[in-house]
């Protein structure tokens, strides 16, 4: 089993920036593809971005391209995700997977992002 622990969600203007994190207990997310999916109130849960954690390649929807970087930290199992440019259209409930190769997901319990003025 294995635990995803969200952090780095909060309040943000038009334009700002934000973190959020992913901390995976596990002993190697090697076997894993790790990312983020978001769902705003009303709207279904949409993927925006990933990283196959052993080779380190990305993926990114449209929406957030150019705005959003996700990165991997092999020592502490953790993903992140840097948003920048971010538009009120971002706020979301941000939910961490990690996928391992024989296609079982694992979730996180999200974490709020608003973006308001």
């Known amino acids: 089993q294995v635990q995803l622990v969200e952090s780095g969600g909060g309040l943000v203007q038009p334009g700002g920036s934000l973190r959020i994190s992913c901390a995976a207990s596990?002993?190697?997310?090697?076997?894993?593809?790790v990312g983020w999916f978001r769902q705003a109130p009303g709207k279904e849960r949409e993927g925006i971005s990933c990283?196959?954690?052993?080779?380190?390649?990305?993926y990114y929807t449209d929406l957030v391209k150019g705005r959003f970087t996700i990165s991997r930290d092999n020592a502490k199992n953790t993903v992140y995700l840097q948003m920048n440019m971010l538009k009120p259209e971002d706020t979301a409930v941000y939910y961490c997977?990690?996928?391992?190769?024989?296609?079982?997901?694992?979730w996180g319990q999200g974490t709020q992002v608003v973006v308001v003025s």
């Open positions: 997977y990690a996928r391992h190769r024989s296609g079982i997901d694992y």
């Open positions: 596990v002993g190697n997310l090697g076997y894993y593809t």
């Open positions: 990283i196959v954690f052993n080779v380190g390649a990305t």
